[in-house]
């Protein structure tokens, strides 16, 4: 066993007890210690002379002990008091409730102590309350001026927990190889790994101790940067498998998508055209394509997605659309048969409950196909599958894609999303995927005024919507589904139905959920969509992609429980005709972070901004589903913090990958990159 993975439990000074407390903080093995960074630093280089000190100062005094008192408070705490002295003065520490202490300190001793300096007014000695020491024969033996701050667990002291790094350094660094080529090393300015490590649990002297607290300091950087480059070069990698895989190329005549342009009842926005070329000319390399299309709600992503499927379908393959709900493969499928009518494509709806026609995938009859999970997760066989769009999912991370494209079909995969994926999360969770943006909305957008009401005035929103639904407008009224409480939830969607019935008698009043039968609900979408229902209910089974044109009014109760982004989609569903629109947000509870979370929808209607804001109130492994990803741990790294650091990484991935395709040149990092990746390796690895 190499000596790095030596169970925590066998270095000195740790045994079975501690060890398994270590294991609370993730640190099993020698290894795993020296990767436990201290979370800040403590600076006891400002020594001090008795003499200079003033209150108020965090210092360092270098004496003897002169006299030990061991006294009581009123309270009946103990103090362990001890006049120290150096040439210049007389100080005072003590130590509340710490009897053992006794033991340790004695008269004569050498000691160093170290603290915030306060006045004892009654006897006017500069005293320091309970000061971290150290005593002559136990002083350590670098005499460490800068001493590392670990996050603890019940049961270690902290002064413990530096003692067992001291020992996890000494015995773990000489073992350590250097990974990186020296060149790697001196072109990034970077101190050598053993170094690094070593130093960030105990600096040398003479170190900014502002960058060590901001963990910015170049033993810093060496160690994230090493795990940023193994994450880099395991997703580079899996895109390098992929380019070296064989797919379709696409090459067709173009008659298709020209009629299908001519047919359309607007003109494509510069950005849509724009985007469109990308797509057909990565369909037309032999390698599988793997592309995100990242656009704004509204901006037009499902014309694009067209585009690209009648590509496929002119030569002769069939072409899936998977969408997150059945809801939205339903309003994909009926605006889809509308756009393509006149075009010979066979277009079929394909969902759990819509599954009779699984024999027109498989004779290929059916060569446009809409449906939800179903299409992958049933039996379902293509004839010829040659494109895979994936509509507004962003939980699909790296490694459910390639799993999904190990189940053997070799298709062109396109992913979309309506959530803008910053740059360090586009070079993680989706960095083995070409990228193309939608940056521009289809014109005569406009923007929806966004308010929030609270619940008290009610009325006031019961007249927004009567004057709405008067003036030619219509209006959805949505209702938080959230798993845990389904039952409840339906209820107040039900109940709110109701009343809504109640006081409006004069309009119509329709209701949708997930959990009604599909014919009954795409009833209610097409008198929805057809405007003989004026006000629909509905549980966020509206959020993403249902587009009526004439709707203008959003009202979304329990405002607070939606997140950041559902509430963009949800307010996405307006502002979509010639009527100007209005969402209203209606909180019940409000926590801190619903404030942000409305405060920001109030404030913001670009959902780049959004996204952002979302990042900072719920940081990005939330948001873009790192978690669900199947991504490794970041043990040191910081997505957010640390973007400038993963550039380089990325770089230096790309370059090494250049120059030896396996790392075959590279034992020791590719050993290290299977360590990371664990389970997950054989995803890129291909030998
Ligand atoms: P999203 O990107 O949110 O999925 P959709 O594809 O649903 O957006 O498009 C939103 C609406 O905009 C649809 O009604 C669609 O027909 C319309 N649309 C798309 N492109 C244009 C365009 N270039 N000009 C006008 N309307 C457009
Ligand atoms: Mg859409």
Redesign the pocket.
């Known amino acids: 066993m190499n000596g790095l993975n030596l169970p925590i439990q066998y270095l000195k000074g740790v045994g079975p007890k501690k060890a398994s407390l270590l294991k609370k903080l993730g640190i099993q093995t020698v290894k795993d210690a020296l990767y436990y960074l201290p979370f800040q630093y403590e600076d006891r280089r400002n020594k001090k002379n008795i003499f200079d000190i003033k209150p108020g100062e965090i210092v360092t005094v270098q004496g003897h002990i002169v006299q030990i008192n061991e006294l009581k408070t009123k309270t009946n705490l103990s103090i362990i008091e001890a006049i120290i002295s150096d040439s210049t003065g007389y100080l005072k520490a003590k130590w509340f409730n710490q009897l053992y202490l006794k033991k340790i300190l004695k008269e004569k001793q050498k000691i160093k102590i170290f603290g915030k300096a306060q006045i004892d007014w009654r006897e006017a000695y500069i005293e320091i309350v309970n000061p971290e020491y150290e005593i002559a024969e136990t002083l350590n033996s670098q005499n460490q001026e800068i001493v590392p701050v670990y996050r603890l667990t019940e049961g270690i002291s902290q002064r413990q927990m530096q003692s067992i790094m001291q020992a996890a350094v000494e015995f773990g660094i000489p073992l350590i190889q250097e990974p990186l080529p020296e060149k790697l090393i001196k072109k990034l300015n970077f101190p050598h790994i053993n170094e690094a490590l070593k130093s960030v649990h105990f600096p040398p002297h003479d170190v900014d101790i502002k960058a060590l607290n901001e963990k910015n300091s170049l033993f810093h950087k060496r160690i994230i940067f090493d795990e940023l480059f193994l994450l880099q070069l395991g997703i580079l990698m899996m895109k390098q498998n992929r380019i070296c895989e064989e797919g379709i190329s696409f090459k067709p005549e173009g008659k298709l998508l020209k009629k299908f342009l001519e047919n359309?009842?607007?003109?494509?926005?510069m950005a849509?055209q724009k985007v469109i070329k990308e797509i057909l000319q990565d369909m037309e390399k032999p390698t599988p394509m793997n592309r995100l299309l990242q656009?704004?709600?509204?901006?037009?992503?499902?014309?694009?997605?067209l585009a690209a499927m009648l590509a496929a379908i002119e030569c002769g393959y069939q072409a899936a659309l998977m969408a997150p709900t059945e809801i939205l493969a339903e309003q994909h499928y009926l605006?889809i048969s509308s756009?393509v009518k006149g075009l010979p494509v066979n277009v079929l709806i394909f969902t759990s409950t819509y599954n009779k026609h699984a024999n027109l995938i498989a004779s290929g009859t059916a060569n446009l196909i809409i449906g939800t999970h179903a299409l992958i997760q049933q039996n379902v066989h293509f004839k010829n599958l040659g494109l895979v769009v994936i509509?507004?999912q962003h939980r699909f991370g790296v490694i459910q894609r390639a799993m999904l494209k190990k189940k053997g079909l070799n298709p062109d995969t396109l992913v979309?999303t309506?959530t803008p994926i910053p740059r360090t999360m586009a070079l993680t969770v989706y960095g083995d995927l070409d990228y193309s943006v939608?940056d521009e909305l289809?014109?005569?957008r406009k923007p929806v005024l966004t308010k929030v009401i609270e619940p008290e005035n009610k009325k006031l929103v019961y007249k927004m919507i009567e004057e709405e639904v008067k003036t030619g407008g219509q209006v959805y009224v949505v209702y938080p589904l959230i798993e845990e409480s389904e039952v409840m939830d339906l209820k107040s969607a039900t109940q709110g139905y109701e009343g809504l019935q109640k006081l409006f008698p004069q309009y119509r009043v329709g209701l949708l959920h997930g959990k009604m039968p599909p014919k009954q609900r795409e009833e209610i979408m097409k008198e929805f969509r057809s405007g003989s229902i004026h006000i629909l209910v509905a549980t966020t089974v509206i959020e993403v992609?249902v587009?009526v044109?004439n709707a203008t009014l959003m009202i979304i109760t329990h405002a607070e429980r939606f997140g950041l982004s559902q509430l963009h989609q949800l307010r996405?569903r307006v502002g979509?005709g010639p009527r100007p629109s209005k969402c209203i947000l209606l909180p019940y509870k409000l926590t801190e972070e619903a404030k942000l979370r409305l405060k920001a929808i109030v404030n913001y209607s670009d959902g780049f901004k959004i996204a952002e804001e979302d990042m900072k109130i719920r940081g990005p492994g939330e948001l873009f589903g790192v978690k669900q990803s199947g991504m490794p741990d970041l043990k040191v790294a910081d997505l957010i913090k640390d973007q400038s650091l993963l550039e380089v990484a990325r770089k230096e991935a790309e370059i090494i990958l250049r120059e030896s395709l396996n790392l075959s040149s590279y034992p020791k990092i590719r050993a290290l990159l299977e360590e990371f990746w664990k389970d997950k390796t054989e995803i890129f690895m291909t030998a």
Do not use: H, I
């Open positions: 359309l009842p607007f003109q494509l926005t849509q656009g704004d709600v509204g901006s037009g992503k499902t014309v694009v997605a605006n756009l509509d507004e979309m309506a939608l289809p014109r005569g992609g587009d044109p996405g979509r």
